[in-house]
């Protein structure tokens, strides 16, 4: 007995210095990086502004549970569905578990029991009860497997889709990248930490309930073999060291969601060069770019480092606090009712009966003890989860709130430099009215305006009725793309009124034509499908003729069929990109064209063609070109002159010369 206490104290003694010791090194090391953080937070970011004052910390704490308990709705939508049922599944499958570990130490008990009685009679019996429960033993565990990974994977289907419908909803995923400038990598958002946080949801679903379970029933089973005070003192070990570990787990949250977005700029710098790479080759601005991935790749290796030391010191404290003491906690327990020989069971029990109640008791607290340790590490995995929440609220609230017109960018009264004569006013962002009629486009007293509020002309004023051609020009940085957008309702009205057709009826054909994935067929009906082609009733052939008048019918012949797929953004020219644009354009027929530049590329002759038939099917243009040959298209122009003014009147012989 002395000998025992002398060695528990020692032992006891020796993990008390060890916990201290963590303790300093952890104090040291977190005091280290409030001063990087701080040192570093005067300098501006590579990609973005640094909004962490801003943003919302990432703890366990009320907000977290009230944040998960939102996305939990989401995953599971109803009482009744397929995420209910894995969950369920996954219950029955940990009670099972559970019911399973206490018969094998029960049963594994009495076979060791009948090998040290040398009882052949029932060390064949139990052992042959193990190897008749093994089957089902192994089906349980495969069970609880097959629930995990198909609850991991309907969670992010279920979150996915909820995400995408907010972000591909009207122009939403467009306003994010172009009007606000909370969310800089949405892409990674949208699948890696979605995939992380489901992963995450789940695997802590799993920890935490069969631990639970365990140490419900190991407690009831306890309780019986050696009282209640056993259980209680693991409890209360439980409670204490629990709150202790929270506490130091606090910065994983922050650090979670810092590693995000330092892994987002990485790959956004790395998918840029990607994009540009022909415009990098032709300034040789690889030294440069490189330059710039290794400083961006650089930040994230030292956060990692970061990351990684206090990990490690964290999981310093964690094995000694809540499995080793845990373990130790759990010896005491066990011992009191052996070591004290005036307990009762003494009195009452042969030898062999002591010794197989402590090997079934002393298992169980084991048991218990390594149930209460999972539950202690179970914060630190909830610590991660709370970074990955919060990235995805803030993304769901972005989205609700450009879903409602809300943006991040205040408008405000701007000064316009360079614009003579123009006062200042204030602006309000969705002020303005649209109103959707067909065949007309008006715009009544509507002040052109940039996003963050700068004028680029104060009122405006013109109307065009279906039938008429419009060409705008000017200098660069006028306003014409900031027209399109307004008219496009990309951007924000800031005032007067817009009169224009619904947006399926304006149709836009840029210099650089988009060019999906899919076949060839796709290429000519975007955004239109295979399905949606068939309900309005065009044939493959009249897609054909489209292809002919744009002097495209070679590409089909040579593909030898509308179902092949090729990369048709390398396969197709400049040219032979921009006349496809414009065979699109014949199969959607719209009110209203906006053509930007979009013949840039193409013959003369072509381009002759294509304003003659336009005119033919009755598709109004709005053209922005610099070629002199086509005024004779249009019957009205509208210049910018960058300065604020405009000029909106009727092409005669005299403004064609003015024009050249």
């Not at 998918?271 to 400083?295: D, P, V």
């Not at 009762?344 to 002393?362: A, I, K, V």
Request: a positive charge.
């Amino acid at each position: 007995m002395a000998a025992i206490s002398k060695y528990l104290t020692a032992k006891n003694s020796s993990i008390a210095s060890a916990v201290l010791i963590a303790f300093y090194l952890l104090k040291r090391r977190r005091n280290a990086q409030n001063y990087r953080s701080k040192k570093s937070g005067s300098d501006s970011s590579l990609l973005n502004n640094d909004k962490d004052g801003k943003k919302e910390k990432a703890v366990v704490d009320r907000v977290f549970f009230a944040r998960i308990w939102r996305i939990v709705k989401i995953m599971v939508p109803r009482t009744f569905c397929k995420e209910s049922g894995y969950l369920l599944l996954i219950a029955v499958m940990l009670v099972a578990r559970t019911y399973c570990d206490v018969w094998m130490i029960q049963n594994g008990t009495l076979i060791e029991s009948a090998i040290i009685g040398r009882t052949t009679k029932d060390f064949k019996t139990y052992l042959f009860n193990f190897i008749a429960a093994m089957p089902l033993i192994s089906l349980i565990n495969n069970f609880l497997k097959l629930g995990l990974n198909e609850l991991k994977l309907r969670f992010r289907v279920r979150l996915t889709k909820h995400l995408y419908d907010e972000y591909l909803k009207g122009y939403t995923y467009y306003k994010m990248g172009n009007l606000d400038n909370r969310i800089a990598n949405a892409d990674q958002l949208l699948t890696q930490d979605v995939e992380r946080f489901c992963n995450s949801v789940v695997d802590l679903y799993s920890n935490l309930s069969k631990p639970l379970l365990d140490i419900c029933l190991y407690i009831f089973k306890l309780t019986s073999a050696i009282g209640f005070q056993g259980p209680a003192s693991m409890m209360a070990y439980l409670i204490v060291s629990g709150l202790f570990l929270t506490r130091l787990r606090r910065p994983i949250g922050k650090m979670t969601v810092t590693e995000q977005r330092y892994e987002g700029e990485y790959r956004y710098v790395n998918s840029r060069l990607i994009t540009n790479s022909e415009e990098i080759a032709f300034y040789n601005g690889n030294m440069r770019e490189k330059q710039t991935i290794h400083t961006t790749f650089k930040r994230l290796v030292d956060h990692l480092h970061n990351f990684i030391f206090f990990r490690f010191s964290m999981g310093f404290v964690d094995s000694l606090i809540a499995k080793y003491l845990a373990t130790v906690v759990g010896y005491l327990v066990v011992s009191r009712p052996f070591l004290n020989l005036a307990h009762p069971r003494h009195l009452n029990s042969t030898h062999s009966e002591l010794l197989e109640d402590y090997y079934q008791s002393g298992r169980m607290l084991l048991r218990l003890s390594q149930a209460l340790g999972r539950i202690v590490l179970a914060g630190r995995e909830m610590t991660r989860l709370s970074g990955f929440t919060t990235r995805i609220t803030e993304l769901m609230q972005v989205l609700k709130e450009l879903n409602s017109g809300k943006y991040e960018r205040t408008m405000v009264t701007q000064h316009n430099k360079g614009q003579e004569g123009l006062k200042t006013f204030s602006l309000a962002a969705g002020s303005g009215e649209i109103i959707i009629a067909d065949k007309i486009i008006k715009f009544d007293h509507t002040p052109l305006a940039t996003p963050n509020g700068d004028v680029l002309i104060q009122d405006l004023s013109f109307e065009v009725k279906s039938g008429a051609n419009v060409l705008v020009c000017g200098p660069n940085g006028c306003g014409k793309s900031s027209l399109f957008r307004v008219l496009g309702e990309l951007w924000p009205l800031f005032g007067g009124r817009l009169t224009k057709p619904e947006r399926g009826k304006l149709f836009y054909v840029p210099q650089r034509p988009y060019m999906t994935l899919g076949t060839l067929r796709d290429q000519v009906i975007y955004p239109d499908t295979y399905e949606d082609q068939k309900r309005k009733g065009i044939s493959d052939q009249v897609l054909k003729d489209y292809l002919d008048n744009v002097q495209l019918g070679h590409i089909l012949d040579r593909e030898g069929s509308w179902d092949v797929v090729q990369d048709w953004m390398d396969v197709l020219s400049g040219g032979e990109k921009q006349r496809m644009a414009m065979a699109r354009l014949f199969y959607h027929k719209p009110q209203f064209a906006i053509l930007d530049e979009c013949t840039s590329a193409v013959s003369v002759d072509v381009e002759d063609f294509i304003y003659s038939h336009c005119r033919k099917v009755g598709i109004s243009l709005f053209t922005v070109s610099h070629r002199k040959s086509l005024w004779k298209h249009h019957e009205y122009y509208l210049h910018m002159d960058g300065r604020g003014s405009y000029e909106f009147k009727p092409i005669s012989t005299d403004t064609i010369e003015f024009g050249s």
